[in-house]
């Protein structure tokens, strides 16, 4: 059978350009086309949050090295603004259209926006998500300002705070939860992490929101009134609030996607809104929801470095070989932070978790593995300091072991205690922020969204 001859990536990042690198290893020779949004090359994202803001590294070293030469043909700078699957073809912010035989999606997410009407244009309020993002922080934190606001206590929020403290600026970071890394890890870690937090200065308001942000006569932010009345006198504010996937451009394409991502099978096929897989269009990467053998009954977004690399890989083969028994996308999710002087890292799930049990270490010497379980089976581990140990973890999970895990580690407790992990309870979006649109009648399966690198 004649395979494709025109291929179109959506999306110029991460994942679109090794799935770009995939295709041609796979033997693809026809025409290859990439659109980006932005103008760049594609780049390393992980660094923006720690060594760029830093200082230690500019932006121009975060590109992507390039693995092979794809032999494509670049539209950066240029969205997507739609997509037709009956005549197969990309519409472009310019007015071009691009056909294309198979496309991949892969347009990633952006950053939550703070509400221009509570004081989301004001000079000093940042979102970090692009390199130019980090550019515009990186310049706002070297001017030096007097105290930064950071919006959330996820992993991005503690990433730059713990810069911030780095270099030696005053920090403020607010969380509607009760833990830092709440909704990620759960209350039992998110506890320990709150020391962190603490113990490098950070002023760190929990079960707070912020109401408002206040500039002064020039548009400059000045101040922030918080949900207990309060107000935080600041002159920088990043809103680490979470991501939105970047799916506006597919609305009345026919395809299933919404602000949460875009939903695929578990070949990364995607699916048109009655639930039937296309045969001509992926995704992959940071905007594709899809079913993972391991955890039944949900769809997953992962907005992680290692799963927009293989699934990318995955999307390739099954672009090219779509007459042959397609691959199916099973990777462990895994991620990892550096904030506060500490290395987290963790495989699975932990959010799908109802325990977990410290299996090695102590919390108080910010050295230790805990186990997450759901239903008496093992779904995730998180390591503070101990990376080496996960691959065991992994290893477990994916054989899936019983919970809590049999380990007989010589740093281990006596008596292993599961507890109740202490996730968040669902609620409502921050005063303002825009809530997440219902996905149309497709899967009926939940939604279980994890980001970092």
């Not at 990042?13 to 033997?27: F, N, V, W």
């Not at 590294?57 to 794809?70: K, Y």
């Not at 962190?196 to 000045?222: C, I, K, S």
């Amino acid at each position: 059978m004649r395979g494709p001859e025109r291929i179109v990536v959506a999306g110029a990042s991460l994942a679109g350009l090794r799935a770009a690198e995939a295709l041609r290893d796979q033997g693809f020779d026809g025409e290859l086309t990439l659109i980006g949004d932005e103008p760049h090359a594609p780049y390393d994202r992980p660094p923006l949050s720690k060594a760029v803001l830093s200082g230690w590294l500019s932006t121009d070293h975060t590109v992507l090295p390039r693995v092979r030469d794809i032999g494509a043909r670049w539209l950066l700078g240029t969205p997507a603004t739609g997509v037709d699957p009956r005549t197969r073809q990309v519409s472009l912010a310019d007015g071009r259209a691009v056909p294309y035989d198979r496309l991949l999606i892969a347009t990633g997410t952006r950053s939550r926006p703070w509400p221009e009407r509570q004081g989301g244009a004001l000079h000093g309020v940042h979102v970090l998500r692009t390199r130019d993002d980090a550019d515009r922080l990186r310049a706002a934190l070297a001017a030096a300002p007097g105290r930064v606001l950071v919006i959330g206590a996820g992993f991005t929020g503690g990433e730059v705070a713990s810069v911030c403290r780095d270099l030696g600026l005053d920090v403020t970071v607010t969380q509607r939860g009760d833990t830092p890394l709440g909704s990620a890890l759960g209350g039992v870690i998110g506890g320990a992490a709150a020391r962190w937090y603490r113990d490098a200065g950070v002023d760190l308001r929990l079960g707070t929101t912020v109401r408002t942000l206040e500039g002064d006569a020039h548009g400059a932010l000045r101040r922030a009134v918080l949900s207990d009345g309060s107000v935080v006198e600041a002159e920088v504010a990043v809103v680490a609030a979470g991501a939105l996937a970047n799916t506006e451009w597919l609305t009345g394409s026919g395809l299933a996607a919404d602000g949460r991502g875009v939903v695929c099978d578990e070949s990364c096929r995607a699916l048109a809104d009655d639930g039937t897989p296309l045969g001509d269009v992926f995704a992959a990467g940071d905007v594709a929801r899809w079913p993972h053998p391991l955890y039944p009954g949900q769809l997953l977004r992962l907005d992680h470095w290692d799963n927009a690399v293989a699934q990318a890989r995955t999307a390739a083969h099954n672009m090219v070989h779509a007459s042959r028994a397609p691959l199916v996308h099973r990777p462990l999710p895994a991620f990892w932070s550096n904030q506060f002087g500490v290395n987290l890292k963790c495989v699975g799930l932990p959010a799908l978790a109802d325990q977990v049990v410290l299996t090695q270490g102590s919390l108080d010497q910010r050295q230790f593995v805990a186990a997450y379980g759901r239903q008496d089976r093992l779904v995730a581990a998180v390591a503070v300091d101990s990376p080496r140990v996960l691959d065991g973890y992994a290893a477990l999970i994916e054989a899936g072991a019983p919970f809590p895990p049999v380990l007989n580690a010589t740093d281990g407790p006596d008596r292993p205690e599961p507890l109740d992990p202490a996730f968040p309870r669902p609620a409502d979006p921050a005063p303002g922020l825009p809530s997440v649109a219902a996905t149309p009648s497709v899967p009926s399966a939940q939604a279980v969204l994890a980001g970092h690198e």
